[in-house]
């Protein structure tokens, strides 16, 4: 079984588009495409897919992660083709390598995240930040299935960093910016989560909802402070070894013995 790794997007209004409906979109594409997928055993199979750390409903994001396993070998970058012609504009399939290492999703231990707060002025949220940075600790509570939990934000927090805004954007009104960096921990932290810490500290509350865009996910580097792409261990394997066989879409299986 050949195994493909796809990184995906979630732009414009289908970052409303929940975990779920992505998964209707993308077995639907996976048709439309015909590709050769392979099958869990059972009385019920279902085709090899594994999605990694899906982001929030109502968030973007520029990095998303998911697997699939072939029945047949494929070209990566033929087949991300195909399935990103099938896919609806906004849920992007923008990357694909053929997977030769183990532990995607133990590769995925950080993101960055992108915050734009309209309605903010700039300088608020600078001073904002920093009163976040400085404290120890900053608690917040969030409503789960089991009741409302009490948790601390401060310590998944690797950055976070008011940026200027890009020199073409219109300022008729206050807009500022946040750079987040957070640790994938237990309990998670979302973006949300440090919003609200942001608010609790500082007393920073936006007039509208934030729009929240993932920008990449991976492992975080400690010597050098950033995320890393997760593909890269795949790519470099890929490059050392010699890359599995493609074969034609109408080729067929040999048939073998009857049973």
């Not at 439309?32 to 897919?49: D, K, L, N, Q």
């Not at 001073?127 to 608690?139: G, I, K, P, S």
């Not at 020199?167 to 987040?180: E, F």
Request: proline share 8%.
């Amino acid at each position: 079984m050949q195994r493909i790794r796809l990184r995906y997007t979630k732009r414009g209004r289908l970052r409303f588009t929940s975990h779920r409906d992505f998964q209707r979109a993308f077995e639907r594409a996976l048709r439309r495409a015909e590709v050769p997928m392979a099958y869990s055993a059972g009385f019920t199979p279902h085709p090899r897919v594994s999605y990694a750390n899906a982001a929030p409903t109502g968030t973007g994001s520029e990095a998303e992660y998911l697997e699939i396993g072939l029945a047949a070998p494929r070209d990566p970058e033929k087949l991300r083709e195909l399935l990103d012609e099938s896919m609806p504009v906004g849920l992007d399939i923008i990357d694909a390598v053929e997977a030769r290492t183990s532990g995607l999703a133990d590769r995925l231990t950080a993101s960055v995240w992108e915050l734009r707060l309209e309605g903010v002025d700039p300088a608020d949220a600078e001073r904002a930040v920093e009163t976040f940075l400085t404290a120890e600790t900053v608690e917040v509570q969030r409503r789960t299935k089991n009741g409302v939990r009490t948790f601390d934000t401060r310590g998944a927090v690797v950055s976070l960093e008011a940026v200027p805004l890009q020199a073409d954007r219109p300022l008729d009104n206050a807009c500022a910016i946040l750079r987040l960096v957070v640790r994938h921990l237990t309990p998670a932290v979302r973006p949300d989560d440090v919003l609200s810490g942001l608010r609790t500290v500082a007393d920073l509350a936006p007039p509208v909802p934030a729009a929240v865009t993932r920008l990449a996910q991976g492992l975080f580097d400690e010597e050098s402070g950033t995320v890393t792409d997760p593909l890269a261990p795949d790519r470099e394997a890929v490059t050392a070894a010699p890359p599995t066989a493609a074969v034609p879409a109408d080729a067929k299986a040999p048939e073998g013995p009857a049973a």
